[in-house]
């Protein structure tokens, strides 16, 4: 079946630091990769996503390289904001013959950036 | 982007009794909509796909005569908890496809239900 792993947190980083969070994934067929945030008492919003291999999505100072050969989908910002602090999930969506599936998303990585 | 929008945000229920969460798309049609459940500090697991007109698709392990699923229309699923108990407590989460060929998917605020 399909899963998603990442890190765990909480990662706390300090204001102006570079950030990494690892994701990585199985999956049957070519899957579409995203990262979700989930901001504190907010439902989830779309970060940005990839739909095929090499493929980089990026939005916000945000920026992720769907990686077939590693099988990852790492998100990385070069310097963060206090207001980056939010829980972070990556998601896949592996859709066999077409029609709509559901997101099968990783535990998700707190973030807290301290000023 | 497009807005789905999930109601009530909280709810505080009496064990046995049972909770209706409703959940709409505001500014385009789903035909397909999907409810997950997140516990504390865990990911969001899906619980079951509902499609308009039809019957809504379980994921193994979910008790479909428990969550009472209907998609009445293109913009709104209801998810029932029925007779609920206190490890129904959860944080429920219900988005919505633009289209059956669109890979994202677009969620609402959620609902934390606690049954007492």
Not at chain 1, 48 to 57: E, P, Q, R
Not at chain 2, 29 to 50: D, E, G, N, V
């Amino acid at each position: 079946g399909n899963s998603v792993t990442q890190m765990e947190g909480p990662v706390t980083l300090s204001e102006e630091a570079f950030l990494t969070i690892n994701c990585t994934y199985t999956a049957t067929g070519y899957p579409s990769l995203f990262w979700y945030v989930q901001y504190p008492g907010e439902g989830l919003q779309l970060l940005l996503k990839a739909t095929k291999a090499d493929d980089k999505g990026s939005n916000k100072g945000f920026e992720a390289t769907y990686r077939k050969e590693t099988t990852s989908f790492h998100l990385e910002k070069g310097s963060v904001q206090v207001s980056d602090s939010a829980v972070y999930f990556c998601a896949l969506s592996a859709r066999l013959g077409g029609g709509a599936d559901g997101l099968t998303f990783g535990k998700g990585t707190h973030l807290i950036i301290q000023p | 982007g497009a807005v789905v929008s999930q109601h009530p945000s909280r709810v505080i229920c009496k064990s046995g009794t049972s909770v209706k969460i409703e959940c709409r798309s505001l500014d385009f049609q789903a035909t397909t909509m999907f409810w997950y459940r997140q516990f504390p500090k865990q990911s969001l697991m899906l619980m079951a796909t509902s499609n308009e007109g039809s019957k809504a698709t379980y994921e193994q392990g979910v008790e479909k005569d428990k969550f009472l699923i209907n998609h009445a229309s293109l913009t709104l699923s209801t998810l029932t908890v029925t007779s609920a108990h206190p490890e129904d407590s959860s944080f429920y989460i219900c988005s919505a496809r633009i289209s059956r060929q669109a890979n994202e998917a677009f969620f609402g605020q959620g609902t934390r239900l606690t049954v007492v």
